[in-house]
């Protein structure tokens, strides 16, 4: 399930934008900044000396009387302290973004987070406010934060629906906020906030991709509660779409993958093995799926194994394993590959080299925190290996 992530903060209408101008005066010329609204006839002019404020609201079209430009001149400086607190604000932001697509998180948020304070303290940038509360909801979600990360998209999401304009930002907001709900097992709402996410999608044209970002979110969620046949529409819908647009082959391949997992659920290998394969044709086209291409190796090896075509599944297991092994944490899916594999063994009989796979996943897992449910799992496969070979007592004892 991927957040949405926005990197381009446009602002809403009824907003206020700031420009530098100059006013070229008999012996120099003089930085000023000018504040619009998008009110009709409404400009404001901003000035600054020693941290002193002097404002004035003037019509379009009317020229500044001689008096109006001594007293600038009296109180103007050479740059405007509001225009370089953008610029640093900007700045930041720009660098929060870099460490993000960079892969350094804490660096992303550290930056983003020195960006909305400068924000917080200029009158008019609220938009700026809620894409550093977005964006910083997106990091956190990455590192498995995510109740701040929900906090952060709901702080995002409450200013958006201030400002004329947002509703696809308020749209984004809710689809992370779903991503995170689901991570966190609360599938229901999750699929809550999709929806609420895709209802307004639906409303602003051009919004394709993301309206099949939602359809994919929610059919992972419902597969998440065991419901798979609904799961499967889903995926399909937003199989459909990404087929329509450029570049979203890595969606196309998820959309595979999901859908061949739900149906090796249902007991229907054979529909989930040729998922699974076109997911990974795909995926074997795009630089840095490795991770993704060994799950598809490892699912095509547990749907075989489920037909009875033990040597197969063990060589797809191989497969997965030998990938899996070039990965950085991929630990736990390197304990799984050896688990299968042992299943398979023991299924052909093999079950001293059944037990020994099992052995080898089960260290693995014992290093790993919140794997209890797979170590118990490698304990019954080895007991029922063992009362195979005629050692019941062994078997017992595990």
């Known amino acids: 399930m991927q957040p949405e992530l926005s990197t381009e903060l446009q602002k809403g209408e009824d907003s206020f934008r700031y420009e530098l101008s100059y006013l070229d005066c008999p012996k120099r010329r003089i930085t000023i900044l000018l504040e619009f609204s998008d009110e009709e006839d409404d400009k404001n002019l901003l000035c600054l000396s020693n941290r002193e404020v002097m404002k004035m609201t003037f019509l379009n079209h009317i020229k500044l009387s001689v008096a109006v430009i001594c007293l600038l001149v009296f109180f103007s400086m050479s740059v405007p302290a509001i225009a370089q607190d953008i610029d640093t604000a900007k700045e930041w932001y720009n660098r929060g973004l ?10 992303a948020i550290q930056a983003l987070d020195k960006a909305l304070n400068i924000y917080q303290t200029i009158k008019g940038t609220e938009i700026y406010q809620a894409g550093c509360h977005m964006v910083i909801g997106v990091a956190l979600l ?9 906090a952060k998209q709901e702080q995002a999401l409450e200013i958006y629906q201030t400002i004329e304009g947002t509703e696809r ?4 907001c809710y689809a992370n906020i779903g991503v995170a709900l689901d991570h966190m097992g609360k599938s229901e709402e999750a699929i809550a906030k999709q929806e609420q996410a895709l209802k307004i999608y639906q409303t602003i044209e051009g919004t394709e991709r993301n ?11 419902l597969l998440n509660m065991g419901k798979s046949e609904e799961g499967i529409a ?4 937003a199989l459909e779409i990404y087929q329509t647009i450029e570049g979203t082959e890595r969606e196309q391949a998820s959309c595979y993958q999901n859908i061949g997992v739900a149906l090796l659920s ?3 290998s054979e529909e989930a093995i040729a ?9 074997q ?12 190796y490892k699912n095509i090896g547990v749907a075989l194994r489920n037909m009875g075509k033990y040597e197969e599944a063990i060589a797809k297991q191989e497969q997965a394993l030998k990938i899996y092994q070039t990965i950085e944490g991929t630990e736990r899916d390197q304990a799984g590959c050896y688990a299968n594999i042992g299943v398979a063994l023991s299924m052909m009989s093999k079950s001293e080299e059944g037990i020994a796979k099992q052995e080898q996943a089960l260290k693995i897992y014992k290093t790993i925190k919140g794997t209890e449910r797979d170590q118990a799992g490698c304990y019954k496969n080895i007991g029922a290996a063992l009362d195979d070979m005629g050692k019941s007592e062994e078997g017992i004892a595990k």
């Open 275 to 283: 998922r699974q394969e076109q997911a990974l044709e795909i995926y």
């Open 211 to 221: 309206q099949a970002s939602c359809y994919q979110n929610i059919g992972a969620a």
């Open 169 to 172: 930002n308020q749209a984004g």
């Open 234 to 237: 889903r995926q399909e819908q």
């Open 98 to 107: 870099e460490a993000y697509n960079a892969g350094d998180i804490p660096s």
């Open 142 to 150: 990455d590192i498995g934060k995510y109740e701040e990360a929900i």
């Open 285 to 296: 086209t795009i630089e840095g799926t490795e991770r993704k291409q060994a799950g598809c």
């Open 266 to 268: 249902m007991g229907k």
